[in-house]
């Protein structure tokens, strides 16, 4: 049976050339659709002199709207400003479906606003685990409950992460999809001639910030360095808390055994990768670590810390769990050293394979867009008294704010009706049959 073809609009501040686990998400969902024969076009905010329509590999187009990151890679929140391009992206693509992504992007809580004012099909996936308490996740939380009170599918990478927006939103859960992250194993693959184990090298690629664990490193790598003679670090990566790591290492004088790398290109991951034995994750808080996933698809034993959706990532047997503490985290580094003889990356790497798809992802997201199509297009009254269910002030607020979107939209339709602004043309590209595609990324 011949599947439906869809146009699809992915949105969030978050996409290349900044890298990043949201990022990689996106490039490879919206390839893989491609190769499925729908439309994807991807909305992101200006990255330097990257700015205006680029194409990307497989005819995928980027709207890189000249907006410059305000904090966090993240673009200044204009509220109703960004209605008219966003508007105007929608008609001349002739989308379907709004897909937006994390629930940090300001752009993507926008992007859906607009697009349900005028009536478009919204899906979002959240990539991320929040809190409860503190002053920032209680605003997130509360934005995050205004973006879905009128999302018609959701998307979660992990059931802890489910459970989690879920709780945040107040979304019904029965709207709520698991849908895993994946690794392009085929990029990912072990080195033909393994690195040997008279010296245990142990690698470590992550943002240097307090969220990923960078604190916990400062601690871990001189006891196991103590402990181990022949254990070596390899640490790729930037961000405010290198500096703590460069004096930990002159501190200790630990110049030979730990080998600061700064920020690592995509690209290049897998080689620094393939050099070591073990991988070590040491983030407070995750909802999916797909470097996770690329260093057991490179044959890498994992060490991670038990916070997030992490446990359900790997099966027990390719991952050591400890809790976010400094000797609890040495002691489960010295259980992956004597595992290692065990190991056998070939095997790893095929059992990854079976595991992490992204062409099972795309599929599976397809069946999340036919259930979005069949929700029922409720009128203006009913969709925007939802709102009023967000609280006894930001109810309200909100539902204020929708009736202005809604009268700025119609004021737009008279200044610029949708048959003035011109339908692009789709870029044809020579086709390859779904069976050939999967054949190659095997």
């Given at each position: ?16 050339p ?70 105007t ?58 973006t ?9 990478v ?42 245990i ?6 943002r240097?910030?307090y ?23 390899i640490?790729?990566g ?26 690592v ?58 809790e ?29 394979r ?18 979005t ?70």
């Amino acid at each position: 049976m011949d599947r439906k073809k869809y146009r699809i609009m992915m949105v969030s501040d978050f996409f290349y050339p900044n890298f990043g686990g949201v990022e990689n998400h996106i490039y490879y969902l919206s390839q893989c659709l491609l190769k499925l024969g729908h439309k994807v076009v991807v909305v992101t905010h200006a990255y330097g002199n990257r700015s205006g329509v680029r194409y990307m590999t497989g005819g995928l187009k980027v709207y890189y709207v000249p907006w410059r990151p305000f904090v966090m890679q993240n673009s200044f929140p204009t509220l109703f400003p960004s209605l008219p391009i966003i508007r105007t992206i929608l008609i001349r693509e002739r989308i379907t479906i709004v897909h937006g992504h994390q629930a940090f992007s300001t752009l993507c809580h926008e992007a859906l606003m607009h697009s349900r004012t005028m009536g478009y099909r919204v899906v979002f996936t959240d990539h991320s685990l929040y809190g409860f308490s503190d002053a920032g996740s209680i605003h997130m939380n509360k934005v995050l409950q205004f973006t879905l009170a009128d999302v018609s599918q959701a998307i979660c990478v992990l059931h802890t992460s489910k459970e989690n927006t879920v709780l945040r939103s107040g979304l019904p859960p029965e709207k709520v999809f698991v849908i895993p992250n994946a690794v392009d194993t085929a990029m990912f693959k072990p080195a033909v001639v393994q690195p040997s184990r008279s010296e245990i090298v142990i690698v470590v690629i992550s943002r240097l910030v307090y969220r990923k664990g960078a604190d916990l490193l400062v601690e871990v790598i001189p006891d196991v360095c103590r402990l181990h003679p022949n254990v070596r670090f390899i640490v790729g990566g930037d961000g405010p808390k290198r500096v703590w790591l460069e004096e930990m290492r002159e501190k200790h004088s630990l110049q030979d055994r730990v080998e600061m790398l700064g920020a690592v290109p995509h690209a290049q991951v897998r080689s620094v990768l393939i050099s070591g034995h073990i991988f070590l994750n040491s983030s407070l808080t995750e909802a999916f670590c797909i470097a996770i996933l690329e260093a057991a698809s490179c044959g890498l034993l994992t060490v991670s810390t038990r916070v997030g959706g992490v446990p359900e990532v790997l099966p027990d047997d390719m991952i050591i769990l400890a809790e976010p503490d400094p000797g609890d985290m040495v002691l489960a580094i010295e259980r992956a050293i004597s595992m290692l003889p065990k190991v056998d990356p070939q095997v790893m790497h095929h059992r990854m394979r079976e595991l992490y798809n992204w062409h099972d992802v795309a599929k599976r997201t397809e069946i999340v867009y036919d259930r979005t199509l069949k929700c029922p297009n409720q009128n203006l009254l009913v969709r925007v008294s939802r709102y009023l269910y967000c609280g006894v002030w930001a109810g309200k607020l909100f539902f204020v704010v929708m009736i202005v979107d809604f009268l700025f939209w119609r004021l737009l339709e008279l200044w610029q009706p949708a048959e003035d602004i011109e339908e692009m043309p789709d870029l044809t590209l020579p086709h390859i049959s779904n069976k050939e595609t999967l054949q190659k990324t095997e």
